[in-house]
């Protein structure tokens, strides 16, 4: 059964404060690897896919990295409107994204 | 195309009483998902449709739910008998698969509250 499991729950920063969320996975033929960003009473928003170790993606002050086992997304020089739940999703071939628990990030100004 | 439209945003049912939602996919998605998120805990994978066909049901989707996609175009789902546990935010999101760094995209939710 495919599972991903995103460490911390919870992470608290102060404005400025770079830091990683992590995400291992467990899955039988990664077709790719996603992360989503969702603010409280919204639906999740794409951020990236990532399809095989080694790969790298960058949106402003995020960035994503993948290896065979688990992702990181980095977060540099935070301000509080990254403030959101990050999700990490895997999806096996053909079949749908199964998410991770998420991490609750709070950046304090 | 303004994205993927869920109707309603909130519902507050009694229990034992029968819900639907509705979700109008991206145009162009011939994929559309059902997923169900509880507070504090990620997106949980309920049904999806190819086009009008129904591939794949969790587990988790008892017989007092149902869905569809007539045509293939905008999907229902429903709750029959509602329970307290039914309680959760129902997230409908749309892909085309063919696409290069798909991703899938999400509604807004309908936020059920069974009483």
């Known amino acids: 059964e495919d599972q991903v499991t995103q460490s911390p729950e919870a992470l608290r920063l102060q404005e400025g404060e770079s830091s990683s969320l992590n995400c291992s996975y467990t899955?039988?033929?990664?077709?790719?690897l996603f992360w989503y960003r969702q603010d409280p009473g919204k639906g999740p928003e794409f951020l990236f896919t990532?399809?095989?170790a080694g790969e790298e993606k960058e949106k402003e002050r995020l960035k994503a990295t993948l290896t065979k086992k688990e992702s990181f997304l980095h977060i540099t020089a935070p301000k509080p409107e990254d403030s959101a739940t990050y999700l990490c999703?895997?999806?096996?071939?053909?079949?749908?994204?199964?998410f991770g628990k998420g991490t609750r990030l709070s950046v304090i100004a | 195309d303004t994205g993927v439209s869920q109707d309603p945003r909130h519902k507050i049912t009694k229990r034992g009483q029968n819900v639907t939602f509705r979700c109008d996919p991206i145009?162009?998605?011939?994929?559309l998902y059902w997923y169900r998120q509880t507070l504090g805990q990620g997106p949980e994978f309920l049904t999806y449709?190819?086009?009008?066909?129904?591939?794949?049901k969790s587990r988790l989707l008892s017989d007092r739910f149902s869905a569809e996609r007539p045509k293939g175009s905008f999907s229902t789902l429903e709750i029959q008998r509602t329970e307290q546990g039914d309680s959760a935010m129902y997230l409908c999101?749309?892909?085309?698969?063919?696409?290069?760094?798909?991703?899938?995209?999400f509604g807004s939710g309908t936020r059920l509250t069974v009483v």
């Open positions: 999101a749309s892909s085309f698969p063919q696409t290069v760094n798909y991703g899938y995209t």
């Open positions: 899955v039988s033929g990664l077709r790719g």
């Open positions: 145009s162009e998605h011939n994929r």
């Open positions: 449709f190819q086009n009008e066909a129904q591939l794949e």
């Open positions: 999703a895997v999806q096996a071939r053909n079949t749908p994204l199964v």
């Open positions: 990532l399809y095989s």
